[in-house]
T-cell receptor
Framework: AQSVSQHNHHVILSEAASLELGCNYS??????LFWYVQYPGQHLQLLLK??????LVKGIKGFEAEFIKSKFSFNLRKPSVQWSDTAEYFC???????????FGAGTRLFVKA | EAGVAQSPRYKIIEKRQSVAFWCNPI?????LYWYQQILGQGPKLLIQ????????DSQLPKDRFSAERLKGVDSTLKIQPAKLEDSAVYLC????????????FGPGTRLTVT
């Protein structure tokens, strides 16, 4: 069955620390990849997406993600986090052979000021 | 641009009662999704509409859940009868026709079944 795995459920960092959140998906052919973020009290919103081309994609607020096809991974990174990055982050995968987008369980990030 | 609207925001019902949620997507968005998000989990797709046709409802518990999207615009999700395990946040999202399935989410409806 198609699945998405996020390795860390909770991450606590100090401001200015570097961030990397892991995301792996099961093989299923060509994929579209997404990271969504939910800030406290707000809606889920798109952080960045990958469809094709350069496997290193840049999103809003200094976030980037790298698609490594051989590892079925799409890890999210930020070189220096801020307190305002405290949120829950979801990796999502759409297998292009179908319609459904599958979400990971999410990673709650808390950044200490 | 107005976002995805959902109502109600919160609902508390007893088990075996029925409940309905409403969603109005962003104007012009052809695709509409209903997700169930249980505490501690990611959103799980219940049903996906393309205009007013269903393209995926493989994870919709059809014995108790139903959804419709009349005229290809707003949508209603119903649960009848509710079970305790239906307690969750129900999210509605929409996508434009040629977006590559980037989704715009509403605020969700938090359902508590007692």
């Amino acid at each position: 069955a198609q699945s998405v795995s996020q390795h860390n459920h909770h991450v606590i960092l100090s401001e200015a620390a570097s961030l990397e959140l892991g995301c792996n998906y099961s093989y299923g052919g060509t994929v579209n990849l997404f990271w969504y973020v939910q800030y406290p009290g707000q809606h889920l919103q798109l952080l960045l997406k990958y469809f094709s081309g350069d496997p290193l994609v840049k999103g809003i607020k200094g976030f980037e993600a790298e698609f490594i096809k051989s590892k079925f991974s799409f890890n999210l990174r930020k070189p220096s986090v801020q307190w305002s990055d405290t949120a829950e982050y979801f990796c999502a995968v759409r297998y292009t052979g179908g319609f459904k987008t599958i979400f990971g369980a999410g990673t709650r990030l808390f950044v200490k000021a | 641009e107005a976002g995805v609207a959902q109502s109600p925001r919160y609902k508390i019902i007893e088990k075996r009662q029925s409940v309905a949620f409403w969603c109005n997507p962003i104007s012009g968005h052809a695709t509409l999704y209903w997700y169930q998000q249980i505490l501690g989990q990611g959103p799980k797709l219940l049903i996906q509409f393309q205009n007013n046709g269903v393209v995926d409802d493989s994870q919709l518990p059809k014995d108790r859940f139903s959804a419709e999207r009349l005229k290809g615009v707003d949508s209603t999700l119903k649960i009848q009868p509710a079970k305790l395990e239906d307690s969750a946040v129900y999210l509605c999202a929409s996508s434009p026709e040629a977006s590559g399935y980037e989704q715009y989410f509403g605020p969700g409806t938090r359902l508590t079944v007692t």
